[in-house]
């Protein structure tokens, strides 16, 4: 005797009605704190199409002006901006690459495998988030310049902060919503670790990496003070080095720095757009503990 297929109850119609009604009150509601949240954004596109002697005048312009590719002439100018873009897209490309490959690795192996002192480990690891990053700025440039002698390098932006903490722990907290079970099969099929790792369990959490992706390219996206310590060359500039040397003490290029900073959310908003179906449920299953 077969068993019949459970058939879900219907919706009243009075209730469907009901959470229409709330669901457009709410985003009614949340309407004007997104325009308040989008307005820096309009004003730093508008602004940079015009020059510095509209955006101080009295009443600043609040729609787009022809003063666009004049304002990233003088930005190229005084910046060699292109450069810097193709430096700051190299760097926290390959940053974001490997990172992720070292905390998955670190995130796995505190979550699926049983080693001593392991809970000890863990917390001293979580325990460097508490040291300020100024305690360690002095000792990582003694060793990125003078040691391994790699200033001025990709490098030497990249690997200071390549084992990422808060990653580990994120990976962690993913990885422990894998099935233990389904690891132990793998391994009496005659799997290898390193199989289980990048054929089962990596796949697994996908969401939680693409969260991850998009955390760590806009850390060294945004990046300023390291870089800024050991890049001396113009030529190794980063984007928000670059921008900052356009405040000087007699003269500000406003335009240029709109510009510069309009064009540098291209890359991080279509890294977004293209992983943004992953990055709600990555970040609500890196919570959740098996």
């Known amino acids: 005797m077969t068993a019949r297929p459970q058939v879900a109850a219907p919706v009243s119609p009075g209730v469907t009605a009901r959470k229409r009604t709330g669901a457009f009150w709410l985003h009614l509601a949340l309407l004007p704190l997104a325009l308040i949240f989008l307005a ?28 666009f590719m004049e304002n990233f002439r003088g930005l190229q ?12 897209t190299m760097i926290a490309s390959l940053y974001t690459v490997f990172s992720m490959v070292l905390t998955s690795m670190g995130g796995y192996a505190f979550a ?25 700025i002095i ?3 003694i060793l990125v310049a003078r040691d391994l002698k790699i200033s001025n390098t990709y490098w030497a932006v990249i690997l200071p902060t390549l084992a990422n903490t808060i990653g580990i722990f994120y990976m962690r907290q993913a ?23 990048w054929q089962i369990a990596l796949p697994i959490v996908r969401p939680a990496l693409a969260a991850l ?3 760590l390219f806009l850390a060294s996206w945004n990046d ?24 000087g003490l007699t003269r500000v290029s406003w335009g240029g720095i ?26 609500a299953g890196g919570a959740v503990k098996d």
């Open 139 to 141: 000792p990582q440039f």
């Open 175 to 197: 990885f422990q919503t894998v099935p233990s079970d389904l690891l132990h099969a793998a391994r009496i099929d005659g799997a290898s670790e390193g199989r289980i790792f």
């Open 224 to 247: 300023y003070l390291w870089p800024l310590i050991v890049l001396t060359q113009k030529d190794s500039y980063t984007m928000p080095v670059a921008l900052g040397t356009l405040v």
């Open 40 to 67: 820096p954004l309009w004003i730093m596109a508008v602004f940079s199409t015009h020059p510095d002697s509209a955006i101080f005048s009295p009443s600043p312009p609040l729609w787009f002006g022809g003063n």
């Open 112 to 136: 699926k495998f049983e080693f001593p002192g392991k809970n000890w480990l863990f917390g001293l690891i979580l325990a460097t988030l508490t040291i300020p990053t100024f305690v360690t």
């Open 258 to 283: 709109m510009v510069g900073t309009a064009i540098a959310t291209i890359p991080f908003l279509a890294l977004f757009l293209s992983l943004q179906r992953h990055f709600v449920a990555g970040i």
């Open 213 to 215: 992706a998009i955390l």
């Open 77 to 88: 100018a005084d910046t060699n901006y292109l450069r810097t873009l193709f430096n700051s």
